[in-house]
C-alpha cells in the first residue's frame, strides 16, 4: 500500500551537502508521518527527522539541528532530506520511512521502509 524510494546518496566531503528525495507511492500520502533514520555500521538505527503531513510539523535528532532541513511537497508526494555541514559522523545508510501515527524516534512504530540509500563523507 505504501512504497517509498529514496535516492541522492553518494560520496562528499566534509563540510559539503547533499540532497536526499523520498519518494513515497501512495494514495493517502496526506495522512502519513514520514521520517528519515540513519544507520552506520555497529550501531543502532537513529531517527533523524521526521514530518508530519498533516501541519507540516518536525522533529529533529539533536545532532542534526540547524543543520539538516526535512521538507514535504504533497504536490509530488516526495519528502526531501537537504543535509547541509556534513560530518564524517553523519556518515551512514538512510532510510525514509512512513508511520500513520505521529512523528517519533522509535523505528518500531514506523510500518513501511525503503530500501536505504548510502552516504559517505570523507575526512
Known amino acids: 500500500e505504501v512504497r517509498l524510494v529514496e535516492s541522492g546518496g553518494g560520496l562528499v566531503q566534509a563540510g559539503g551537502s547533499l540532497r536526499l528525495s523520498c519518494e513515497v507511492r501512495?494514495?493517502?500520502?496526506?495522512?502519513?508521518?514520514i521520517a528519515w533514520f540513519r544507520q552506520a555500521p555497529g550501531k543502532e538505527r537513529e531517527m533523524v527527522a521526521c514530518?508530519?503531513?498533516?501541519?507540516?510539523?518536525?522533529q529533529y535528532a539533536h545532532s542534526v539541528k540547524g543543520r539538516f532541513t526535512i521538507t514535504s511537497n504533497n504536490a509530488n508526494n516526495t519528502v526531501t532530506l537537504q543535509m547541509n555541514e556534513l560530518k564524517p559522523e553523519d556518515a551512514a545508510r538512510y532510510y525514509c520511512?512512513?508511520?500513520?501515527?505521529?512523528?517519533?524516534?522509535?523505528?518500531?512504530?514506523?510500518?513501511?521502509w525503503g530500501q536505504g540509500t548510502p552516504v559517505t563523507v570523507s575526512s
Open positions: 514530518i508530519e503531513n498533516s501541519d507540516l510539523s518536525k
Open positions: 520511512a512512513s508511520t500513520s501515527l505521529l512523528c517519533g524516534d522509535d523505528p518500531t512504530e514506523f510500518d513501511s
Open positions: 501512495t494514495s493517502s500520502f496526506e495522512k502519513l508521518e
